[in-house]
C-alpha cells in the first residue's frame, strides 16, 4: 500500500507540474495576443439617391436602403469572425441627394484614407468614381450597375462587380427555359434604356443556347391599364406565331405585372416579370440560406433584396481576404480576390469567386416567382471545361475587357 501511495502521489505531482506548463503557456499566448495591434479595414458605403421612375404598377415598393442594410450585416459578420484575429472592420456611410456632387464625395473618402468603397451607382458615376481614384490605392465593388459593358469594353483592373450583369441574368433564366424545352419565346419590351438594355442581353441569350424569338413586341401605351387589362392585353398578346413562353423586358416595372394570365394564347410569362432572374430574394432558403434571411430581417425590417446581397458579398469578401492573407494591403487584397484561392461562402450551394478577366463574381442565379424559388441556374447538361459557373455570362474566350 506504501508503494501505490508515493506512485499515486508522483503521479499527482506529474499531472500538476503538467497542468502548470499548459497554463503558463496559455498565459503567454494571452499576453502576445493582447500586445499584438489590432488591423482596421475601413470601407465606405457610397450611394446615389436616384429619382424613381413613376410607373403605371406601384405593387413592389423599393427600399430607400437597399444595399447598405447588406453592407451593415456583413460589417457584423466581419466583425464576430475577426475578433479572434485581432481585425476590425469600420463602414463609413456616405449617401450622395440626386444633386449631391460626386467628385466631392469620392475625395472626402480618398482624404480619408478609406481604400475600399462599396458603389451603389449608376453605371456612368461608377465610371466617373473610379476616373478620380486614379493614382490611389482604392478598390471599389459595384453593387447597383448591371450593364454589360461595365464588365467587358468599359471594365476597369481596380473595379469588382458583385451583383450580376444582365448577361448572366439573361443566360440563367435562357437555359432554364431550354432545358424545359421553351424555345420559341413571344418578346415584350418597354420603351425605357433599361429594357432595351435586357433585350439586348436576351437576344444574345437565344442565339448562344439554340433559342428561337418568333416575335418582337415593344409596349406602346401610356394610359393606365388597371381597369382595361383584360381587354386590352388579350389583344396585344395575339400573334400569328406560335410560341411557347413569353419574355418580357421591363426592368422598373411598367406593365410587366400585368402580362401573366392575360395573354392571348395560355402561355407561361418569364423575363422581369413572372419567372424572373435574382441575384437573391426572400424565398431563397435552401443552403443555409434560411439564417441569413433571419439575420437580415431582424436587422433592417425587411427582406433582402439583390443589392442588399450585393453588398453583403463585397463586405463579405474584403473580411475574407483580409483574415485570410492578414493584411489590408489593397495590392495584396486585389491579387488574392483574383486569385484560385479565394473562395466565399455565399448560401447558394457552392463557393463564390471572381473571374479573374473582369473582377466579376461567379455566382449561381435563382430563378424564382413572388412566393417561390423555382430553379437555380446554371442547369443541368450545360457544360464547361472549367466551371459551369461560366456558362452565365461573357467567358474569357469572348471577353471584350481589357483592364485600363
Not at 493582447?34 to 424613381?52: D, G, T
Not at 424572373?276 to 433592417?300: C, D, N, T, Y
Request: charged content about 25%; aromatic content about 8%.
Amino acid at each position: 500500500m506504501g508503494r501505490l501511495s508515493r506512485t499515486a502521489v508522483q503521479m499527482e505531482r506529474g499531472v500538476l507540474s503538467l497542468l502548470g506548463i499548459v497554463i503558463c503557456l496559455q498565459v503567454l499566448l494571452l499576453e502576445v495576443h493582447a500586445e499584438s495591434p489590432e488591423m482596421v479595414m475601413e470601407i465606405a458605403y457610397l450611394n446615389r439617391a436616384v429619382k424613381q421612375p413613376p410607373v403605371l404598377s406601384n405593387i413592389m415598393e423599393i427600399p430607400l436602403d437597399e444595399g447598405l442594410q447588406g453592407a451593415r450585416l456583413a460589417i457584423q459578420d466581419n466583425n464576430a469572425a475577426g475578433r479572434f484575429f485581432k481585425q476590425k472592420s469600420i463602414l463609413y456611410e456616405a449617401n450622395l441627394p440626386q444633386a449631391g456632387d460626386l467628385h466631392s464625395a469620392m475625395k472626402k473618402l480618398l482624404d480619408q484614407g478609406v481604400p475600399f468603397i462599396v458603389a451603389n451607382l449608376p453605371a456612368d458615376e461608377l465610371l466617373r468614381a473610379e476616373e478620380i481614384t486614379k493614382g490611389e490605392d482604392v478598390l471599389l465593388f459595384n453593387i447597383g450597375a448591371s450593364e454589360n459593358r461595365l464588365r467587358e469594353e468599359e471594365c476597369r483592373a481596380n473595379v469588382f462587380h458583385t451583383l450580376p450583369s444582365r448577361a448572366m441574368l439573361a443566360d440563367a433564366l435562357a437555359q432554364f427555359l431550354v432545358f424545359k424545352k421553351w424555345k420559341h419565346w413571344f418578346l415584350i419590351t418597354g420603351a425605357k434604356k433599361e429594357d432595351h438594355l435586357f433585350r439586348l442581353s436576351l437576344k444574345r441569350s437565344a442565339r448562344r443556347f439554340g433559342a428561337k424569338i418568333v416575335a418582337e413586341k415593344k409596349w406602346t401605351f401610356h394610359a393606365d391599364m388597371r381597369r382595361l387589362v383584360q381587354q386590352e392585353l388579350p389583344v396585344f398578346t395575339q400573334i400569328e406565331e406560335d410560341y411557347d413562353v413569353l419574355v418580357v423586358s421591363d426592368e422598373t416595372g411598367d406593365f410587366g405585372e400585368y402580362l401573366p394570365y392575360h395573354t392571348r394564347d395560355p402561355r407561361p410569362v418569364a423575363g422581369t416579370q413572372g419567372l424572373v432572374p435574382v441575384a437573391w430574394h426572400r424565398v431563397i432558403e435552401q443552403w443555409g440560406a434560411a439564417q441569413l434571411q433571419k439575420r437580415f430581417r431582424k436587422l433592417s425590417g425587411r427582406f433582402m433584396g439583390s443589392k442588399d446581397y450585393a453588398a453583403w458579398l463585397a463586405v463579405r469578401s474584403l473580411g475574407e481576404a483580409v483574415m485570410r492573407k492578414k493584411t489590408n494591403a489593397v495590392h495584396e487584397v486585389r491579387a488574392f480576390l483574383l486569385s484560385e484561392h479565394f473562395h466565399l461562402g455565399g448560401f447558394k450551394g457552392i463557393k463564390l469567386n471572381y473571374r479573374a478577366w473582369n473582377g466579376q463574381m461567379r455566382q449561381p442565379i435563382p430563378l424564382i416567382h413572388p412566393r417561390s424559388l423555382v430553379s437555380q441556374s446554371p442547369q443541368e447538361g450545360f457544360l464547361h471545361p472549367l466551371t459551369t459557373l461560366d456558362t452565365l455570362g461573357f467567358d474569357r474566350p469572348e471577353s471584350r475587357c481589357r483592364f485600363q
